[in-house]
T-cell receptor
């Protein structure tokens, strides 16, 4: 079993749709969690950290469920510019492990 | 433009040749990672440095890969000899201590023919 697992997608949604990505992790001692965005042939960039209480940044909401070892990312009112691969990242004592990523395409 | 500098951006080589990648991290970032990313997959950790010391190289194929960070600043990743399966993007990242955020370089894309 991989340490970090994501639904690979692809997710193809129309503009304005709400889309949710899920991620599970195997190490119960994992300390911190992130969502990164990666555009085609570019380097990953931090989208948002994931806090225990859940957090929101504009149209993006991240949730953490430690009991189920599960992280989610919700994107509301999808824009064309949201098209990218979304990577779930889990930190185990500064050992940062990535999921395989979920590809999102937002269409007009 | 990424603050972590990597070179070369692109490298095409024949199998059995030697290849080297270089990374210059953000000043003051003690933790440095090398990742390999095959198209369509997530980044896979190869090696992690804390200053000049290797923290984790359990995923590094040590028969052909080596990495060093001699003065605890810039780092090199070497492959010798390169194999067809090594074709990938090699990403260097450094970590901000207080937030844990990773900052990536633009990567070095390797094609082995």
């Amino acid at each position: 079993r991989k340490e970090v697992e994501q639904d690979p997608g692809p997710f193809n949604v129309p503009e304005g749709a709400t889309v949710a990505f899920n991620c599970t992790y195997s190490n119960s001692a994992s300390q911190s969690f992130f969502w990164y965005r990666q555009d085609c042939r570019k380097e990953p960039k931090l989208l948002m950290s994931v806090y225990s209480s859940g957090n929101e940044d504009g149209r993006f909401t991240a949730q953490l469920n430690r009991a189920s070892q599960y992280i989610s990312l919700l994107i509301r009112d999808s824009k064309l510019s949201d098209s990218a691969t979304y990577l779930c990242v889990v930190n185990n004592e500064n050992d940062m492990r990535f999921g395989a990523g979920t590809r999102l395409t937002v269409k007009p | 433009e990424a603050e972590v500098a990597q070179s070369p951006r692109y490298k095409i080589t024949e199998k059995s040749q030697a290849v080297a990648f270089w990374c210059d991290p953000i000043s003051g970032h003690a933790t440095l990672y090398w990742y390999r990313q095959i198209l369509g997959q997530g980044p896979e950790l190869l090696v992690q440095f804390q200053d000049e010391s290797v923290v984790d190289d359990s995923q590094l194929p040590k028969d052909r890969f080596s990495a060093e960070r001699l003065k605890g600043v810039d780092s090199t990743l070497k492959i010798q000899p390169a194999e067809l399966g090594d074709s990938a993007m090699y990403l260097c990242a450094t970590q901000q201590l207080n937030t844990g955020e990773l900052f990536f370089g633009e990567g070095s894309r390797l094609t082995v023919l």
